[in-house]
């Protein structure tokens, strides 16, 4: 279907809905870098977010991710941006019925005993419906807004104008890196069988978790924009901030193992902690993890990169620091810039390094988070400034999302402990056979 391609018109449609939002703060920041005139960021922002609110597409998600990446666009943008939410006005039934033959053909509905004709949950790139299997099995149907090929390609291209100007005007962070991540991850989610390959993986990978759940794909309801999974019940986790501590202490420990276990024995990171990517089961409070399409494999060489930075915060060993940061990707590092990014990495790995139960906000909290990103910021544009590797990019998302959810649930918990066992036995080789068998197992 023309619909579907990466095509000139939808790219073109796309550009007209975001380009007078983009065009508005490209002439102010020139203004304000050229001419000195100072704007108002703030109103500014607000604009902007209302201009990109209504529109379904990655702009939302793009920011989210940006706004744990210190000052990689200025702080107005990033903090009015990430309250963008995936409301956008949902497909009607007449145009779901269309899609939904467009994937499955014509008799779609006699596949199912009943498919609900409002959308339960939207997406940056589709909305679910409930639905029904032929055997009675409650499911979930993520269906694929259409043309959104083009509009991921418009809007990375709208993404990149803005990092080139804003680098032109602040030159702590280089962003080439950054944008060029979040494109191959945004690019990947559109390919929902992907996904589901995805979903097999973190089956696999988490097994031995009762505390975390994965749906079970329906491969033969399954298409390249239509991905259908069993239906798992849960509360959303702001539901649940007011259980007993050790309910919360629960929940907090199954989000960790969700996001952990897979990253420190497999080398894979669900790159997206967003509130609405897992739910809670009332009855076990185990969680359902939800939504695989930003999933990140790193080389079995980055996760010991991982841990050799956080014994070196950990010993105050800087030359240990330079090695995992050379690992990790980061080049021509001075003496200065390790310094600066020390500030960060104990900043991320605060909640680990004191072996006691305590809680997050003792050293991560927003305001305190806040300050160390500005510090960071001023002393990266100092030296010269730094480019983070693409590698970078989704770890740090996982950790301060992750680090959001432990503030609401406002967790007690020996962060200590939970980290060292699970790396205890950690061996670079064993951990890449292991990815091997997982990748292939699910055809990665």
Known sequence: MPDEQNTLGGRVKRYAQVGVAVGGLAARLGAERVLGVKMDRERHAVDLTAALGGLKGPLMKVAQILSTIPDAMPR???LELAQLQ??????GWPFVKRRMAAELGPDWQKRFQEFGHEAAAAASLGQVHRAVGPDGRSLA???QYPD?????????RQLKVIFGLYGAYDRAIDTSNIHEEIAERLREELDYQRESRHMAL???MLADEPGVQVPQVVPELTTKRLLTMGWLEGERILTVVNEPLEVRNQIAMNMFKAWYVPFYNYGVIHGDPHLG??????DDHSINLLDFGCIRV??????KGVIDLYHAIEAEDEDMAVEAYKIWGFHDLTKEAVEVLNIWARFIYAPLLENRAR?????NSGMYGREVAEKVHGELKRIGGVTPPREFVLMDRAAIGLGSVFLHLKAEVNWHRLFHDMVADFDVTVMAKKQADALAAVGL
């Open 76 to 78: 107005e943008y990033t």
């Open 86 to 91: 995936a409301n956008a006005p949902q497909m």
């Open 141 to 143: 149907c993520k269906l």
């Open 148 to 156: 959104m090929a083009s509009v991921v390609e418009a809007d990375l």
């Open 202 to 204: 973190y089956s696999r």
């Open 277 to 282: 990517n897992y739910t809670v089961r009332p």
């Open 298 to 303: 790193f080389p079995p060489t980055m996760v």
């Open 359 to 363: 809680s997050i906000d003792e050293t």
